[in-house]
């Protein structure tokens, strides 16, 4: 059984950058295409990005586009999102979910059989 665990959360001041850490166990991801959501206060969660399963294609949110990126380390099991250039309305909980196997990325994030815990980013002065 896949198993996703997400860290790397905390509180940034706006400008600033963190990486978080989606490391998977259980299951190989080579064969899952992995999102990034997100959920503010009050809002319903939100796709940010993802990475399909063979690392070749990505696909971003409008808002987080050019300040955020996606990457996958095979070795290590592991997606990475960089987070650039932080706004305050980037402050949510932030969750990878896995699709597959064999599945491209879809937005819905009903699709996604297997989530992390997630990991709080907080963007404030």
């Known amino acids: 059984q896949l198993q996703l665990v997400e860290s790397g959360g905390g509180l940034v001041q706006p400008g600033g950058s963190l990486i978080l850490s989606c490391v998977a166990s259980?299951?190989?991801?080579?064969?899952?295409?992995i999102g990034w959501f997100r959920q503010a206060p009050g809002k319903e969660r939100e796709g940010v990005v993802c990475?399909?399963?063979?690392?070749?294609?990505?696909f971003y949110a409008d808002p987080v586009k050019g300040r955020f990126t996606i990457s996958r380390d095979k070795a290590k099991n592991t997606v990475y999102l960089q987070m650039n250039s932080l706004k305050p309305e980037d402050t949510a909980v932030y969750s990878c979910?896995?699709?597959?196997?064999?599945?491209?990325?879809?937005?819905?994030?009903?699709?996604?059989?297997?989530w992390g815990q997630g990991t709080q980013v907080t963007v404030s002065s």
């Open positions: 259980g299951s190989t991801l080579d064969y899952y295409s």
């Open positions: 990475i399909s399963a063979s690392g070749h294609s990505t």
């Open positions: 979910a896995a699709i597959g196997p064999f599945r491209q990325c879809v937005s819905t994030e009903r699709e996604y059989p297997y």
